[in-house]
């Protein structure tokens, strides 16, 4: 059993809400954005969630994603091993920084110190700021310690809350923006597990993310860089035969005869897509009110039920109350516009998987090659290079597999990517609203 906790993140989001302005939005056009993390980013699900927002929402705002997640990483990894020849590579305009999860089992494990992780952020941050980068700092998502499962507690893993807190006031020292995954997540979390104890957002290793917690961190980022909630608004006065409101849309051909009325519509986004959001989504967030309205409302209509048909096909009957009080249409799957918005989440989605292999390469390469084999150019023969792998060479097989692919690999990803850019501008539909007799 699951308790709807919509109101839970409230508490999460006063600590969101002060760096930030009302006008801040995280990305402009032409924007590189290199999300800097460990696995958890290195898969890049939460990424996919909020890229294919703004590519629905903001059509012709195009900047490109650039995953700069390992697997494994620690912000001292990451400070340095990866910043010149992964990150700073890439001429970022705008950074986000998830990194702890694997810093804290180092630091318990005694190898590192406890200044280490606030030292090597802050590190991370001069490089990005020194290099022309802005930076969002993202604290990391919790270490589910407490739910009931086969699957033991590493302590190694515990004290995250306190790196969590770390993130937070660097932001606030360095006047940065901060998004707070780990609260929200662990509140719900523990509110749940007093419900049922297997409660979990991450996977059985209790470090990984699920598709849920993927979208809610993705949520959660919209949230706090205060994302718009419309899509678009349209508001028809039938009794007067005029448009009262085009909000971020266009109505044209506007007719009223026969008591059907017809109109065109051109949205200026469309919505993201209803088969992208997880089922229990709605148990933890109110995304469609939040962020997804795409509102039709008809006032003056005499009471009745009416037909809504979109470029000739039917969409559903409505009573003029509903219509009168707005339908949400982001909510509809059957829409031209949702389905043009579902095939965007097909292609991202084999996007993030074919870069996920990308990121795969440069985890082995600046992880364990350059990190434990001291080896700096992958140029080095392969025999040469297993030769040092004291016969553990099962993983670099992999590695060299898809390195051999490597070429591949960027330019399907980078054709995925124009495809997204291509292929997510709204089209001009035709609404009819007729009443069923």
């Known amino acids: 059993m699951i308790k709807k906790i919509i109101l839970c993140l409230c508490l999460s989001m006063l600590i969101l809400v002060e760096t930030f302005s009302q006008t801040y939005i995280p990305f402009k056009e032409g924007d590189r954005w290199c999300a800097i993390g460990n696995s958890i980013t290195h898969q890049g699900k939460y990424l996919e969630?909020?890229?294919?927002?703004?590519?629905?929402?903001?059509?012709t705002q195009q900047f490109k994603l650039l995953n700069c997640g390992a697997g494994g990483d620690t912000t001292t990894g990451t400070l340095t091993r990866r910043m010149d020849g992964d990150i700073l590579v890439h001429q970022p305009t705008i950074s986000t920084i998830m990194l702890g999860m694997n810093d804290i089992w180092w630091e318990n494990s005694g190898l590192f110190t406890k200044e280490n992780y606030s030292r090597d952020l802050e590190g991370i941050i001069n490089r990005l700021e020194e290099n022309?980068?802005?930076?969002?700092?993202?604290?990391?998502?919790?270490?589910d310690y407490s739910v009931k499962s086969t699957e033991r507690v590493d302590p190694k893993r515990l004290g995250l809350e306190r790196l969590a807190?770390?993130?937070?006031?660097?932001?606030?020292?360095?006047?940065l923006p901060v998004v707070d995954f780990y609260n929200p997540m662990h509140q719900i979390t523990l509110e749940q597990q007093t419900i049922d104890s297997t409660f979990t957002l991450l996977t059985k290793d209790r470090v990984h993310t699920t598709p849920l917690a993927d979208f809610l961190m993705g949520y959660i980022f919209i949230k706090s860089t205060n994302g718009t909630p419309f899509v678009s608004k349209t508001k028809i006065d039938a009794k007067s035969f005029s448009v009262r409101e085009q909000n971020n849309c266009s109505v044209s051909n506007l007719s009223f005869k026969d008591g059907t009325i017809s109109f065109s519509l051109?949205?200026?986004?469309?919505?993201?897509?209803?088969?992208?959001?997880?089922?229990?989504?709605?148990?933890?967030?109110?995304?469609?009110?939040?962020?997804?309205q795409e509102i039709l409302q008809i006032d003056g209509l005499t009471p009745g039920k009416y037909t809504l048909s979109i470029n000739s096909i039917a969409i559903a009957d409505y009573e003029a109350a509903e219509f009168a009080k707005g339908l949400n249409l982001a909510t509809i799957a059957d829409t031209p516009q949702n389905k043009q918005a579902a095939l965007l989440a097909e292609t991202i989605a084999e996007y993030t998987s074919i870069v996920g292999n990308i990121r795969y390469i440069a985890m082995k390469e600046y992880g364990e090659l350059k990190k434990r084999y001291e080896i700096d150019d992958v140029s080095t023969p392969k025999a040469d290079i297993l030769e040092q792998f004291q016969g553990n060479t099962d993983s670099f097989n992999e590695y060299f597999n898809l390195k051999s692919k490597e070429s591949f690999w960027m330019k399907k990803a980078d054709?995925?990517?124009k495809m997204l850019w291509e292929n997510n501008k709204p089209q001009d539909n035709y609404y009819t609203i007729k009443k069923v007799k």
Not at 267 to 290: G, H, Q, R, T, W
């Open 132 to 143: 022309g980068s802005r930076v969002i700092l993202i604290t990391p998502s919790p270490y």
């Open 49 to 59: 969630m909020i890229y294919l927002y703004y590519i629905t929402r903001f059509p």
């Open 415 to 417: 054709e995925l990517d």
């Open 165 to 175: 807190s770390q993130v937070i006031d660097l932001g606030r020292k360095r006047n």
């Open 266 to 292: 051109l949205e200026y986004a469309l919505p993201y897509p209803k088969v992208a959001i997880p089922e229990e989504a709605s148990l933890f967030m109110d995304f469609e009110n939040e962020l997804n």
